[in-house]
């Protein structure tokens, strides 16, 4: 025998048994998505090495050691999209879909970040991801949680806690980077060797450090929202009274940050504390900036990306009922010409009755073999089917989860049968 290959370190295959989950999440999501205007978009998970440099930013912890770039055969430098807002934005500037035009737009898929494996952070891992662009007011900001919140609601998992913050714009922040500057650099012993090495090029990415030693300096640092102009102030008030008078509970953290410039105004994150320190499901927020970053013209936008995971993780701790998936009917054949006959009568069952989950035995041997197999399965019902009631068009009718006698019954009544019997 040949040795097996390995699978890829944080990688995961999802197995048959955990596919109805996913399945769910993405069902419910999808349909409240369109509920609110939000159209689907799919775009490639492979982009040029170069969008990410320049929309996620040099400094930051993604681009600097996290991404899985290479050359193509043509020496092109290429790289598996560890987030999809740079590749929606490409996207939408290819197409046309941005300049003076509204869009919510949506899209779902794999991203790739090499970091350390654990539990709930993975190398693929899967996020949806929704964009609303050319909208520039506040009641957008609040649409977006607005449908979170009935999102995790229809999902059954709604011990979220939403945390929200405001960056200002980019010239407001200049001024409070000048403070933050100057503090860091009166605690400079007191930092981690990332934080110290940030501190320069990025320093608003300290308040968001997870390393402990540092947040007890970043604890009595300067607060950005004591530093915010008009507009922005005014903007963030706004974006508040919309979530209190739709009733949505939230936490102002000021330490809530995005480190880069285009970055602007509204922050927010949905966390739980059921999942341990990987304790985000959901963080979003404006860049008004990037659109124009990327080459395009100025346009407001909004976003926010969910990971996946951390959802499904979310509905088996909290234990949404799932849909059954289990066959409701199994059809047995032995015999040669019941053979044949079974897959007539399994098709018939199947135009007439849509939705039906009727599993055909392959695998062969009497029908003790075959009967135990459709017990195994979870079936409701066993359809027996031998050579004498395959020449009769007939078929025998056992129920499985119950002590009712097996009946025959003809062919023509099987469908009308069944269904009364799954009702
Ligand atoms: P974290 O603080 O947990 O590292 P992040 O700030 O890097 O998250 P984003 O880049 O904003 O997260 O991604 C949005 C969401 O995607 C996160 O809230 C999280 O639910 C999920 N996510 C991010 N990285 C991973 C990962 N490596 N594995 C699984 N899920 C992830
Ligand atoms: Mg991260």
Not at 5 to 12: C, E, S
Not at 132 to 151: F, H, K, Q, S, T
Not at 198 to 209: M, V
Request: with cysteine; glycine share 8%.
């Amino acid at each position: 025998m040949s040795e097996l290959i390995q699978p890829i370190r944080g990688m995961n295959d999802i197995l048959p048994d955990a596919t109805p989950r996913w399945q769910q999440l993405e069902s419910v999501t999808r349909a409240v998505l369109t509920a609110y205007g939000y159209r689907e978009m799919r775009v490639p998970i492979v982009e040029k090495t170069e969008l990410f440099a320049r929309s996620i930013g040099e400094v930051t912890d993604i681009v600097e050691k996290e991404m899985y770039s290479f050359e193509d055969r043509n020496g092109e430098h290429l790289t598996l999209r560890p987030e999809a807002t740079a590749g929606m934005v490409r996207a939408g500037l290819s197409n046309g879909l941005l300049h003076n035009q509204v869009q919510r737009l949506w899209c779902l898929g794999p991203m790739f970040r090499h970091e350390r494996p654990q539990k709930g952070r993975y190398r693929q891992f899967h996020q949806v991801d929704v964009e609303a662009y050319g909208l520039a007011g506040p009641d957008i900001d609040a649409e977006l949680n607005i449908m979170l919140a009935r999102l995790w609601k229809a999902l059954g998992v709604e011990a979220l806690e939403l945390q929200i913050n405001t960056l200002g714009t980019p010239a407001s922040r200049k001024e409070y980077r000048k403070l933050l500057l100057e503090y860091f650099r009166r605690h400079l012993d007191a930092l981690d060797a990332d934080s110290r090495r940030r501190l320069e090029t990025n320093p608003l990415r300290i308040l968001d450090s997870k390393v402990p030693e540092t947040r007890a300096v970043v604890e009595g640092a300067p607060n950005l929202l004591e530093h915010l102009d008009a507009e922005s102030a005014a903007h963030f008030a706004g974006f508040k009274k919309f979530l209190d008078d739709a009733g949505i509970r939230y936490r102002v953290n000021p330490r809530l940050v995005r480190g880069l410039d285009y970055y602007t105004r509204t922050v927010f994150e949905w966390v739980t504390t059921r999942l341990g320190a990987q304790d985000a499901v959901c963080s979003g927020g404006r860049y008004d900036g990037l659109v124009e970053h990327l080459g395009g013209k100025p346009t407001p936008a909004i976003g926010f990306a969910m990971g996946m995971e951390r959802l499904v993780a979310l509905m088996e701790d909290v234990q949404v009922p799932l849909p059954d998936s289990s066959p409701h009917a199994y059809l047995v054949r032995v015999g040669a010409e019941a053979e044949r006959a079974g897959f007539k009568l399994a098709e018939q069952l199947r135009s007439a009755l849509p939705g039906l989950r009727l599993l055909t035995d392959c695998s062969g041997g009497d029908f003790g073999k075959q009967l135990k197999r459709a017990d195994k399965s979870g079936a409701r019902v066993a359809l027996v089917l031998g050579d004498n009631e395959a020449r009769n068009q007939q078929v025998g009718f056992k129920p499985l989860r119950n002590t009712t006698e097996q009946v025959n019954i003809s062919w023509e009544q099987a469908a009308a049968r069944l269904a009364a019997w799954l009702e």
